[in-house]
């Protein structure tokens, strides 16, 4: 496995560190956040257009540019640096992967181009509450005659009020566990489907709540084999999780950006603050949270990378649940510490309107719960740990 990015990667990484300092300003993100959808269309068209990023990770046969997963991770860690207001998570990190790995090859060419080309949005709903495992899918499907019935609540999905397909996830009535799940893909302006946006703390990234009222699909709509859709739904949540662990680097390496910028303009005692040595202290200790969320990202990539490639390296590809538990609990927690450092180095300004750090800070507490907070992955890892034990 290569640690070393190649000169392509490193110029996808700059491209996108330079653009999006350039279109995600702190005023954009704020009128981004605030208007009707959520997000800067015309900029989202800009990303679909301009820099074929929704297609990236999709194959060529499909319409898409062929790369990787690791090309991927570059470009969310610079959109969580921005705090991108957009609709390219739920729809490249979670419906995306789902297709690939999952959605059978006329399914495949029907969707994905669509998704490459930046004229349709996706996303993944599959819990109603807060949890997050096979116990938290508790909407129901039937099978009524070649097709399936679908009722049921979804909560906190990812630009649901606004993605324009939906992957769903529903479990036949009185199975429990992992057992009896199947998953769908679903157009979101189907009969029956009621979508209601929730307002939560952190702006910048919108949920939704949504209502499916026995809603009627055809047998095409089956993603796999029904009533196998856990061991189906898993992976894809795992490479989600890995998506997500990049973006919270980003979100932390700007955090301690944004704490150094400020500590070398504020004066005290005559002297910038960024030259007391408990300052010093803090922000090493920052730096230090950083580096190791960005390692764990980019190791829990590699090994994504593996299990996306049709060719890819088996062996790699089975530490997929331990990676992506270890960067998403890793990068929770890094995130977390980096955003709260950054309020308490700004002083009373730090909670302002006026100042960024509010909107890292809400960013990170909202990305630590999603997918599972970071000691629920830790109990996972600790488990596939002993699970490997002789």
């Given at each position: 496995?290569?640690?070393?990015?190649?000169?392509?990667?490193?110029?996808?990484?700059?491209?996108?560190?330079?653009?999006?300092?350039?279109?995600?300003?702190?005023?954009?993100?704020?009128?981004?956040?605030?208007?009707?959808?959520?997000?800067?269309?015309?900029?989202?068209?800009?990303?679909?257009?301009?820099?074929?990023?929704?297609?990236?990770?999709?194959?060529?046969?499909y319409?898409?540019?062929?790369l990787?997963?690791?090309?991927?991770?570059?470009l969310?860690?610079?959109?969580?640096?921005?705090?991108?207001?957009s609709?390219?998570?739920?729809?490249?990190?979670?419906?995306?992967?789902?297709?690939l790995?999952?959605?059978?090859?006329?399914?495949?060419?029907?969707?994905?181009?669509?998704?490459?080309?930046?004229?349709?949005?996706?996303?993944?709903?599959?819990?109603?509450?807060?949890?997050?495992?096979?116990?938290?899918?508790?909407?129901?499907?039937?099978?009524?005659?070649?097709?399936?019935?679908?009722?049921?609540?979804y909560?906190?999905?990812?630009?649901?009020?606004?993605?324009?397909?939906?992957?769903i996830?529903?479990?036949?009535?009185?199975?429990?566990?992992?057992?009896?799940?199947?998953?769908?893909?679903?157009?979101?302006?189907?009969?029956?489907?009621?979508?209601?946006?929730?307002?939560?703390?952190?702006?910048?990234?919108r949920?939704?709540?949504?209502?499916?009222?026995?809603?009627?699909?055809?047998?095409?709509?089956l993603?796999?084999?029904?009533?196998?859709?856990?061991?189906?739904?898993?992976?894809?949540?795992?490479?989600?999780?890995?998506?997500?662990?990049?973006?919270?680097?980003?979100?932390?390496?700007?955090?301690?950006?944004?704490?150094?910028?400020?500590?070398?303009?504020?004066?005290?005692?005559?002297?910038?603050?960024?030259?007391?040595?408990?300052?010093?202290?803090?922000?090493?200790?920052?730096?230090?949270?950083?580096?190791?969320?960005?390692?764990?990202?980019?190791?829990?990539?590699?090994?994504?990378?593996?299990?996306?490639?049709?060719?890819?390296?088996?062996?790699?590809?089975?530490?997929?649940?331990?990676?992506?538990?270890?960067?998403?609990?890793?990068?929770?927690?890094?995130?977390?510490?980096?955003?709260?450092?950054s309020?308490?180095?700004?002083?009373?300004?730090?909670?302002?309107?006026?100042y960024?750090?509010?909107?890292?800070?809400?960013?990170?507490?909202?990305?630590?719960?999603?997918?599972?907070?970071?000691?629920?992955?830790?109990?996972?890892?600790?488990?596939?740990?002993?699970?490997?034990?002789?």
């Amino acid at each position: 496995m290569e640690f070393a990015f190649s000169d392509e990667q490193e110029m996808i990484r700059s491209s996108a560190e330079g653009f999006l300092a350039d279109v995600c300003t702190s005023n954009a993100t704020r009128a981004a956040m605030s208007s009707a959808r959520g997000y800067d269309e015309n900029l989202w068209q800009r990303l679909c257009n301009e820099m074929c990023w929704p297609a990236l990770h999709i194959p060529e046969t499909y319409g898409g540019l062929g790369l990787g997963f690791v090309e991927l991770t570059l470009l969310l860690e610079q959109m969580g640096r921005r705090l991108l207001c957009s609709p390219f998570f739920a729809t490249a990190c979670l419906a995306t992967p789902a297709l690939l790995l999952h959605a059978n090859p006329t399914q495949k060419s029907h969707w994905l181009p669509r998704i490459a080309e930046g004229s349709l949005t996706a996303t993944l709903a599959y819990t109603r509450g807060s949890g997050w495992g096979a116990d938290d899918i508790q909407a129901t499907v039937s099978k009524e005659g070649d097709g399936f019935v679908l009722d049921g609540l979804y909560g906190q999905v990812i630009d649901g009020d606004t993605a324009d397909l939906l992957i769903i996830a529903a479990r036949t009535p009185a199975s429990h566990g992992e057992e009896g799940i199947s998953l769908f893909v679903v157009e979101a302006a189907n009969p029956g489907i009621e979508r209601q946006w929730l307002p939560t703390m952190d702006q910048t990234r919108r949920l939704a709540r949504l209502h499916f009222n026995r809603v009627y699909l055809g047998p095409d709509a089956l993603l796999g084999q029904a009533g196998e859709g856990w061991q189906a739904l898993e992976p894809v949540l795992q490479l989600a999780c890995i998506g997500l662990a990049a973006e919270q680097t980003g979100g932390a390496q700007q955090s301690l950006d944004l704490s150094v910028a400020y500590m070398q303009e504020r004066q005290q005692f005559g002297r910038p603050i960024a030259s007391f040595q408990a300052i010093k202290h803090r922000a090493a200790d920052m730096m230090l949270q950083v580096e190791c969320a960005r390692s764990a990202s980019y190791y829990a990539a590699c090994v994504a990378q593996e299990v996306l490639d049709p060719e890819g390296d088996a062996q790699v590809a089975r530490e997929l649940p331990l990676a992506a538990a270890l960067a998403k609990a890793q990068c929770s927690q890094a995130y977390f510490h980096c955003a709260q450092e950054s309020i308490q180095l700004h002083g009373g300004v730090g909670f302002t309107w006026e100042y960024d750090p509010h909107l890292y800070f809400k960013r990170a507490r909202a990305s630590e719960s999603y997918l599972g907070a970071p000691a629920w992955h830790l109990e996972r890892i600790a488990s596939l740990i002993i699970g490997e034990q002789p």
